[in-house]
């Protein structure tokens, strides 16, 4: 089992790949191999809603995104850390998660998923929920921990001082194992999908 961790940061080595090293070393513990990858240190493009995904299976911008967005869609589960940004997700961050999930929404179906965020004093709300919409829509499962998912921090490694959100980060790591060891052990096969009503509102 696989698990890839998105890291919006520019800053590589900041407090979101703190919380999700945290998280990592936990899944590692408990037997799944964790990856950390860094989207924040690439020039990520946003979406140009060109369309031609729907035939080409990828992305046809050639920045960097495909390499990540295909080991993320083949991983058993994924964790996406950001940091918080005017109360929101990075530009980068939100450029990637736009492409991925326009992309790789169908293999991500009942896959665990969880996110991180780091900041140094609010918005962590808003930029979690942002994340969750992502998840939902893709019908993945959020993977719950013991508060909302923000480490506070402002200096590169402030968020180690922060010992309820390290705590937090560990909850993910603990309890997204469960849910993949929970998957590992049944044979219960995922839902059926309907296929798709696209209704937009125009007669
Ligand atoms: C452009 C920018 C906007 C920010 N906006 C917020 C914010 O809205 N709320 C907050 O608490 N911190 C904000 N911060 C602080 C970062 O979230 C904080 O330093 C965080 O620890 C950075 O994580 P990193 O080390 O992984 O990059 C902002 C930082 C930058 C550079």
Known sequence: MKVIAINGSPRKDGNTYLALKTACDILNAEGIETEIVNVGA?????????????NAGKCVINDGFNEIAEKAAAADGIIVGTPVYYAGVNG??????????YVHSSKMRFKPAAALTALRRSGVTH???????????????????SYWPGVHGRLKGEAEQDLEGMQVARGIGRNMAYLLKLQAA??????????????NYIR
């Open 42 to 54: 690439l020039n990520i493009t946003g979406c140009k809603a060109c369309g031609a995904c729907a």
């Open 92 to 101: 980068t961050l939100k450029s990637f998660l736009d492409r991925f999930f």
């Open 186 to 199: 049944s044979n219960i096969p995922v839902p059926e999908k309907e296929p798709k009503e696209m209704f």
């Open 127 to 145: 930029t979690y929920q942002t994340i969750y919409n992502f998840f939902t829509i893709a019908e993945m499962l959020i993977t719950p921990t």
